[in-house]
T-cell receptor, first 118, second 112 residues
Framework: ETGVTQTPRHLVMGMTNKKSLKCEQHLGHNAMYWYKQSAKKPLELMFVYNFKEQTENNSVPSRFSPECPNSSHLFLHLHTLQPEDSALYLC?????????????????FGAGSRLTVL | RKEVEQDPGPFNVPEGATVAFNCTYSNSASQSFFWYRQDCRKEPKLLMSVYSSGNEDGRFTAQLNRASQYISLLIRDSKLSDSATYLCVVNIVNTGGFKTIFGAGTRLFVKA
């Protein structure tokens, strides 16, 4: 497989359920990201992992819990979500040019996991 | 003020038209700039990077004005397949590396 793959593509869950979203990148990148995209809103950065270390957590509620076991895999664990958490969750990866020159840092996105919380 | 601002549109243009989108950013520490394209219910994909000297890729031309802190995208000879949302993206340098900020996007509809 190539690129960034996300599973599941669609998920419906109740507010008391626990589920996980999975992301895998086959690009040899060293940074991975979780974004949330709600209708008519810009992409919201949730978490960033550089070299497997979490470097950003943008005030995301604790009901979202990321896990990055290695540089190719990223999970988002979900528990006791709210209906307003229904959105498209996009995983992305990039080659973080830390200390680099141009700061290219181009993101490659997965197809997303569309989450509906009932 | 939003860090990256775009006119949400929608822009409705006929095939063959030329259309331009602008984007402004507020952080002067912004280092690199991009246009991404997002089709309906799909993920964003890189359309092109934006260089200081301006750059062209086929029918698409991107410009950067650092002094005024805006970026533009010009599409010539619009095709039906150009219908999508165009996202302005800015990378800001911070102590942890780079922070990528997305605009909310400009929707384009190209009509036959």
């Amino acid at each position: 497989e190539t690129g960034v793959t996300q599973t599941p593509r669609h998920l419906v869950m109740g507010m008391t359920n626990k589920k996980s979203l999975k992301c895998e990148q086959h690009l040899g990148h060293n940074a991975m990201y979780w974004y949330k995209q709600s209708a008519k809103k810009p992409l919201e950065l949730m978490f960033v992992y550089n070299f497997k270390e979490q470097t950003e957590n943008n005030s995301v509620p604790s009901r979202f819990s990321p896990e990055c076991p290695n540089s190719s895999h990223l999970f988002l664990h979900l528990h006791t979500l709210q209906p307003e958490d229904s959105a498209l969750y996009l995983c992305a990866s990039s080659q973080d040019l830390r200390g680099g020159t141009s700061g290219a840092n181009v993101l490659t996105f997965g197809a997303g996991s569309r989450l509906t919380v009932l | 003020r939003k860090e990256v601002e775009q006119d949400p549109g929608p822009f409705n243009v006929p095939e063959g038209a030329t259309v331009a989108f602008n984007c402004t950013y507020s952080n002067s520490a912004s280092q690199s700039f991009f246009w991404y394209r997002q089709d309906c219910r799909k993920e964003p994909k890189l359309l092109m990077s934006v260089y200081s000297s301006g750059n062209e890729d086929g029918r698409f031309t991107a410009q950067l004005n650092r002094a005024s802190q805006y970026i533009s995208l010009l599409i010539r000879d619009s095709k039906l397949s150009d219908s999508a949302t165009y996202l302005c993206v800015v990378n800001i340098v911070n102590t942890g590396g780079f922070k990528t900020i997305f605009g909310a996007g400009t929707r384009l509809f190209v009509k036959a």
